[in-house]
C-alpha cells in the first residue's frame, strides 16, 4: 500500500524557518497533486497549500501565503515545505496527501495521507 511519510518538523523560535519533506513509497502510483494540511490543537484540520504537478501551479492558503513555499520532485514521488518566517499560531501537526485537485475542497481530492509531523514556534 502506498505510504507517505512526513519529517522535518520539531521546534523553533518565531520567525524562524523549518523544511518539511513528504516521500511516498510502496508500489507504485501517480498523483496529480501533493498538498500540506495543518491541524492545530482544539482546532479543525485546515489547507495549507498544494501542487500540481502538470504545470507546477502551486497554490496557498492566504494565512501562509508569502512566507511558505511548497515545491517537490514528482519523478521521486516528494514534496517539502519550506517556512519561513514562522508564528506562534502555526503551531500544529502537519500533514501531508496525495491525490487529485478538487476546487473548493482539496481534501476530498487527496487519496493517501501521511501521519503528520508536529511543527511548535515558541515566542
Known amino acids: 500500500q502506498v505510504q507517505l511519510v512526513e519529517s522535518g518538523g520539531g521546534l523553533v523560535q518565531a520567525g524562524g524557518s523549518l523544511r518539511l519533506s513528504c516521500a511516498a513509497s510502496?508500489?507504485?502510483?501517480?498523483?496529480?497533486?501533493m498538498a500540506w494540511f495543518r491541524q492545530a490543537p482544539g482546532k479543525e484540520r485546515e489547507f495549507v497549500s498544494l501542487?500540481?504537478?502538470?504545470?507546477?501551479?502551486?497554490y496557498y492558503a492566504d494565512s501562509v501565503r508569502g512566507r511558505f513555499t511548497i515545491s517537490g520532485d514528482n519523478a521521486k514521488n516528494m514534496v517539502y515545505l519550506q517556512m519561513n518566517s514562522l508564528k506562534p499560531e502555526d503551531t500544529a501537526v502537519y500533514y501531508c496527501?496525495?491525490?487529485?485537485?478538487?476546487?473548493?475542497?482539496?481534501?476530498?481530492?487527496?487519496?493517501?495521507w501521511g501521519k503528520g509531523t508536529l511543527v511548535t514556534v515558541s515566542s
Open positions: 496527501a496525495a491525490g487529485n485537485v478538487r476546487v473548493g475542497d482539496f481534501a476530498n481530492g487527496m487519496a493517501y
Open positions: 510502496g508500489r507504485t502510483f501517480s498523483s496529480s497533486a
Open positions: 501542487i500540481r504537478w502538470s504545470g507546477g501551479w502551486r
